[in-house]
């Protein structure tokens, strides 16, 4: 159980373009979802927390007119990574909890690697 | 915003040793949580400790939660290849709203064989 999956697991694209990644959790819903990047060798920065039916918040320094968020269901967010630019290639990796309250784990997807040529 | 910190940053072993790795943090968080990544691949759950003191076990590894709740350890016992990887702390300092987590910096494990 509380499996999550991430689609597309790898993308390619030009600069100026935009690229959307979906997240969705398999087996269980989740009314928030979490949005992380990671540059190479480095830890995973949440950027966003996806709540359902809701904006999203951002964190600190992160441009919510550039990475749009849009929590469509109780399974599915999905991560708009708008006029992409070089420096916007990272890895990108959702996380949902399965728990409706309480503390809680998080479990995550297998990640989207974004190369922006 | 809150920082763990995490060491060692890299661990070189010979397979069958046991490994030790801990997070400490300047705050109070009340989950901590252990994960491993491999490269390419998203972090995978571990060990989830929710309360101050608790030692939880998943097969050879064991992971504590600090009394004062600033600080977590993981260990690894008779350690064998397919340990390798990346190894992340994470905190959480809500009981139940829907925040994010804060990750250390990972310890890097590799072992000789």
């Known amino acids: 159980g509380a499996v999550v999956s991430q689609h597309p697991s790898w993308v390619i694209c030009k600069s100026g373009t935009s690229v959307k990644i979906e997240c969705r959790s398999l087996d269980f819903q989740a009314t928030t979802m979490f949005w992380y990047r990671q540059f190479p060798k480095q830890s995973l920065m949440l950027m966003a927390t996806?709540?359902?039916?809701?904006?999203?918040?951002?964190e600190q320094g992160v441009e919510k007119d550039k990475f749009l968020i849009n929590h469509a269901s109780l399974t599915l967010s999905t991560l708009t990574v708008t006029s992409a630019h070089p420096e916007d290639s990272s890895f990108y990796i959702c996380?949902?909890?399965?728990?409706?309250?309480?503390?809680?784990?998080?479990?995550f997807g297998p990640g989207t690697r974004l190369t922006v040529t | 915003g809150q920082q763990l910190n995490q060491s060692p940053q890299s661990m070189f072993i010979q397979e069958g040793e046991d490994v030790s790795m801990n997070c400490t943090s300047s705050s109070i968080f009340n989950t901590w949580l252990w994960y491993k990544q491999e490269p390419g691949e998203g972090p995978v759950l571990l060990i989830a400790l929710y309360k101050a003191g608790e030692l939880t076990s998943n097969g050879r590894l064991t992971a504590q939660f600090g009394i004062t709740r600033k600080d977590s350890f993981l260990n690894i016992s008779a350690s064998i290849p397919s340990d390798v990887g990346i190894y992340f702390c994470?905190?959480?300092?809500?009981?139940?709203?829907?925040?994010?987590?804060?990750f250390g910096k990972g310890t890097h494990l590799i072992i000789q064989p």
């Open positions: 996806s709540n359902e039916g809701s904006k999203a918040t951002y």
């Open positions: 996380s949902a909890s399965p728990r409706a309250g309480g503390p809680r784990e998080q479990y």
């Open positions: 994470a905190g959480l300092d809500s009981g139940g709203g829907a925040d994010g987590l804060t």
